[in-house]
């Protein structure tokens, strides 16, 4: 996961990776399916900025 937060230039703390990991997660099992990387960057995003809206709002559902 670092990797990949690495290689979409986002740097984040222990906390912050396992809150964004959790939101992954929750949205990988709501949707059956493995998220595109576009999707984890957006989530990313939002998380890092301190967003306040829930995960189903994040994603533009």
């Known amino acids: 996961m670092t990797a990949a937060l690495e290689a979409l ?3 984040a703390e ?3 990776m396992r809150e964004l990991v959790a939101a992954i997660k929750q ?3 709501e949707t059956k399916a493995l998220l595109p990387l576009e ?3 957006r989530l990313a995003s939002q998380l ?4 306040t809206r829930d995960d189903a709002a994040l994603v533009g559902r």
């Open 9 to 11: 230039g986002i740097d």
């Open 27 to 29: 949205r990988a099992l």
């Open 48 to 51: 890092l900025s301190g967003s």
């Open 14 to 16: 222990e906390e912050q």
């Open 39 to 41: 999707e984890v960057a």
